[in-house]
């Protein structure tokens, strides 16, 4: 739900005064001493960046564990992660999960990816509990892995009201191409790289949504999210697009890049990244789930350049205008898309208006998309979404990250071409 409170918000990092004012207006963003270095919102906009915290605001996982297990039971939820963020669990055994899931059809469950059921043991790096696993290579020997939401326990903890401390997006490396067969093993992570403020109404999000290595560097699509509406839905101010020049480990955002949520851009507001003869090819949606999807391409060269996108009419590539976009396919949660050498043909995975994950083909990245095919049923997986697909060749198999929001984590996934 909106805070009203924080919509005419004004604080200064400087002002006493004003630090009581956002307590009272319930956030968190200004209860630790030393105010973070630039947590400033000015009427609706917020800037931020990385606060600095004493060694007293940090406490071993360990020691923290016990004293949130009992609260963590009230925050069991079952519906997909459109909903409120806090009404979570990803601690196995305590919420009903134990184990992979045993699917009636042909797609399995392969590995837990991340939280303390995995076999990556990401609860070392704090992360409980995230979603989304938004995969690339970039082109340094290593494949990226991009998470939203992520949840973790202790300090610094900005959402009022939670349990959790809660970061908009981590990221963890591993060997590029490496057989997914028995998993995917981490071997190493970026800890919140672009922190968000988390004040409701103003930005209570900042997640990735696309990645992609272009021109010798590293590129997220960030939403940035006002507020978090009912299931599946929620309200963004813009995306934009964040780099890396490092390989991934250090990122900035590209406020040229920035599309508001208008003027045909609120149909990029979602991403999905494709590189495909010379081109970028950007898929976008509104903000939530069961949406149309859009597509729009640019010159490698150009990919940080907003003016260079053309969009897809339904018939032709129109220079400038992104209200000029017609949909490509209808219904459609995150997407994911790959070109794929078994099936000579583009894949698309998504979830459809019932939850189902489904895969799509087409013989050209703006289609004509044929009708989904269903991979995994919302009634044998009903919390599940936002599939991303493994960016390698894999054969007659097709590899995908899911989240599963009745554990909050992600699940790799193995389904037959």
Request: proline content about 8%; charged content about 15%.
């Amino acid at each position: 739900m909106r805070n009203p409170a924080a919509l005419s918000l004004r604080f200064s990092r400087h002002t006493d005064r004003k630090r009581c004012e956002v307590r009272r207006a319930g956030e968190r963003c200004a209860c630790f001493d030393p105010i973070p270095s630039a947590w400033l919102c000015e009427t609706g906009r917020a800037f931020s960046r990385a606060p600095h915290w004493k060694e007293s605001h940090v406490r071993p996982l360990a020691t923290l564990t016990g004293c949130c297990t009992a609260a963590a039971l009230l925050l069991l939820g079952s519906t997909p992660a459109g909903a409120d963020p806090n009404n979570i669990n990803p601690i196995p055994v305590l919420n009903g999960i134990a184990g992979l899931p045993n699917l009636p059809g042909p797609t399995v469950a392969v590995s837990q990816l991340t939280g303390m059921g995995s076999t990556n043991h990401t609860e070392q790096q704090n992360v409980l509990g995230t979603d989304l696993g938004i995969m690339w290579d970039n082109g340094q020997g290593q494949m990226l892995t991009a998470y939203g939401d992520t949840a973790g326990l202790g300090l610094p903890n900005f959402l009022a009201g939670s349990i959790w401390a809660w970061r908009s997006n981590v990221l963890f490396t591993s060997p590029a191409g490496a057989d997914p067969s028995g998993g995917i093993n981490y071997t190493g992570f970026i800890d919140n790289p672009l922190p968000s403020p988390k004040i409701p109404g103003i930005e209570i999000s900042f997640i990735p949504t696309a990645g992609i290595a272009a021109n010798g560097a590293q590129y997220m699509s960030m939403m940035s999210v006002q507020d978090w509406g009912p299931d599946g839905h929620w309200d963004t101010n813009f995306s934009t697009l964040a780099v890396s020049g490092d390989g991934g480990r250090s990122w900035v955002q590209l406020p040229a890049t920035r599309r508001a949520n208008e003027n045909g851009f609120q149909n990029f507001q979602q991403a999905a990244f494709l590189k495909s003869g010379g081109y970028v090819y950007r898929y976008g949606t509104p903000g939530g789930r069961n949406n149309a999807g859009f597509v729009a391409r640019v010159p490698e060269g150009d990919i940080a350049n907003i003016d260079a996108y053309e969009y897809w009419d339904g018939g032709k590539w129109v220079p400038g205008k992104a209200d000029a976009a017609a949909p490509i396919v209808g219904g459609v949660g995150e997407l994911s898309v790959m070109w794929n050498d078994y099936l000579h043909q583009y894949v698309m995975l998504t979830t459809d208006p019932f939850d189902s994950v489904v895969m799509r083909t087409a013989p050209a990245p703006e289609g004509p998309w044929d009708a989904p095919r269903v991979l995994i049923d919302a009634h044998s997986l009903p919390t599940a979404y936002a599939p991303m697909i493994y960016p390698y060749q894999t054969g007659n198999s097709l590899y995908f990250a899911l989240t599963m929001h009745n554990q909050y984590n992600t699940v790799l996934m193995r389904t037959p071409l």
